[in-house]
């Protein structure tokens, strides 16, 4: 896809939102059950049933889809696709990129083993590498504007509010 392509099914949209901004707020659903004979959760994620259980360092085996995998392969998916998005806008001359996240858990956290080792991860680290021969200012505001509208690197960096609710049924 080409930038006029982009901007031609973008500027209907963005017209409709600045007009009538609560067209532009949207309820996202996630869904998933519990499963009978393993400590695991069964999410449907619209193309697939995915299987998220315990990471081996909290006593899984290992065969499911670890949970903070999955929000680091999000984070992955959100800012390559921003970054593609951002890169077509710009007319950014891109032969090719890899994102990748890492992060850094405490298990000790999350097995309740130590108060003060914290539940969840300490450091995320977002990378990017890019086969280009743009200059760096270009490659900057590349990146500036990927972390700018990656929806999952916003969301982990503000911090949404949050609430959990239970019903009996």
């Given at each position: ?68 995998d ?96 239970a019903?009996?049924?």
């Amino acid at each position: 896809m080409d930038a006029a392509t982009l901007k031609t099914l973008q500027a209907p949209l963005k017209e409709a939102y600045r007009d009538t901004p609560e067209k532009a707020l949207i309820t996202l659903r996630a869904e998933g059950s519990i499963e009978d004979q393993s400590i695991a959760c069964k999410v449907e994620t619209g193309r697939a049933l995915a299987i998220a259980g315990l990471h081996p360092a909290t006593g899984g085996s290992g065969l499911e889809l670890c949970s903070g995998d999955m929000l680091l392969e999000a984070l992955v998916a959100c800012a390559g696709v921003t970054l593609k998005a951002v890169a077509t806008a710009l007319e950014f001359r891109l032969d090719g990129a890899t994102v990748t996240a890492e992060g850094d858990l405490d298990f000790r956290g999350t097995l309740g083993v130590a108060k003060e080792a914290p539940v969840g991860f300490r450091a995320i680290r977002l990378g990017i590498e890019l086969q280009t021969d743009e200059p760096q200012e270009r490659i900057d505001s590349l990146v500036k504007l990927t972390e700018r509208y990656c929806v999952v690197f916003q969301t982990i960096n503000q911090r949404p509010e949050l609430s959990v609710t239970a019903l009996r049924l």
